[in-house]
């Protein structure tokens, strides 16, 4: 007998936060829900489980940022302020750890609610099966994002006892459920049975824009940074290589001397996120003003002046990468990579809500990705094959012979006498130039137990500096103090 299933909208909302306003909806009758009965409606409640919000204010605890000095701080946002001093931001607003929590939690809810829907619905497993598989690999991200912030970093080889966060696997239907963060090995080893499970079932799949959604090429890619996580370096690269069968990397990257040399600065932020661009393999709608605050505003802790410099030197290549710079005086600088869009809740009054699309996986992380696995396999010439691509997309003028990688370059560059450790350290350099402003510097800084330094500039002028160590509990992200109610333990501080 076939069961009804309905959508429990305010439980997503609810999440672990739990809204006081989430009670009420309780009190509805079912028939102001919305019955999932049909293979599109299934397909409609996937597109919300993506967290709807940006993981970029990882970027102020990173060393992308600095005090740019007394007088710069012309613009305040106290969230981008409080995560400089790696201190925990106040509240849930825009751009907080606690918004980014309660945005994976609510993709979450979306994904089990889709997953019940299958279970319990009379479809064709043959039309399903696509969705289901989306589902899975979903949920295993929004996961596998919230212990990688809210978490001690996984280390690969150790027991990995300390607290995960708590792995949600069913619909909720009360409004204080309590829940236990277990431990980040058990978490991993959910997510792993969620991301091996579900990507199988997405090939062949069609999707009316498949960017927008878990495709075989986005699952692979998000395979590829798990397994990296863990260490699975095979795996790794056959993961990104079942991305482009054909190693075709190259006409698939960001080129900054070819695809997208001839934008305007106006045209560049918009095509840098487009679905129809190839290297974009996964993008999220965001509810985003980090990056207008980091870059387009003139917060006094961002990327400024000395950062640029970094941004902008030589690289192991033994030339500089060709980037898209914007400037409203110095030292207040963006590497232009988003372009805002505004959704209107009353048009007449001229308020809404801005927002981003977000690239969660691109050919270029991947690429990098596996080249880094073929370090730490002591591969180093196909390392060195793949990091040239990258070279070649970003240097003008690229030339093998000048500019192409050796493991002696890498040494020369690093300070570092064994190879591995100059290969992976020219890598990150690599990384870090590449991908600023994009969220992807922190999660290396958290596998490579990388120590942060962050300078501080006294009115006199005096410069001062603290370290994030490895060990310190501040590079675990805090818990909502709201989720202490359905039982969770928060973080040491």
Known sequence: MKKNIFIKGAIALCSLALFSSCDKFLDKNPDMRTEINTVDKVAQLLVSAYPGYSYIFTESYTDNFEDKGPGQGGHVNQPMVDLYFWKDPTGSGNSTPVQYWNGCYTAIAAANQALEAIELGNFKESEIRQYKGEALVARAYAHFMLVTLFSKAYEIGKQNTSPGIPYVTEPETVVMAKYDRETVDITYQKIRQDLEEGLPMLMGGVWRVPKYHFNPQAAHAFAARFYLFTGEWDKVISHVSAILPDNNFYDNIRQYTGNLASLTYAEHSQEYTKAERPFNLLLANCYSTYHRSSGYGTCLYGFGETK??????????????????????????????????????????????????????????????????????????????????????????????????????????????????????????????????????WMDILRHRITVKHNFIAADGTETFEELTPEDNRRMFQIPQEAALAGIELNPR
């Not at 196909?382 to 690229?398: M, Q």
């Open 308 to 441: 640029k410099n970094e941004w902008a030197a030589t690289t192991v290549f033994g030339a500089s990468f060709k980037n898209r710079l914007g400037s409203w005086g110095a030292p207040h600088y963006t590497p232009n990579k988003y372009n805002e869009y505004f959704h209107y809740t009353n048009v007449a009054a001229g308020i809404g809500y801005p927002y981003i699309m977000m690239p969660l996986f691109t050919m270029d992380e991947a690429l990098i990705n596996r080249a880094e696995a073929y370090i730490q396999l002591g591969q180093y010439q196909k390392a060195i094959d793949d990091l040239n691509v990258i070279a070649r997309s970003r240097i003008t003028n690229f030339n093998i012979n000048t500019h192409g990688l050796t493991v002696e370059k890498a040494r020369a560059f690093t300070g570092e006498q064994d190879d591995k450790e100059a290969m992976i350290k020219a890598l990150l350099d690599i990384k870090k130039k590449v991908f600023l402003l994009e969220g992807i510097r």
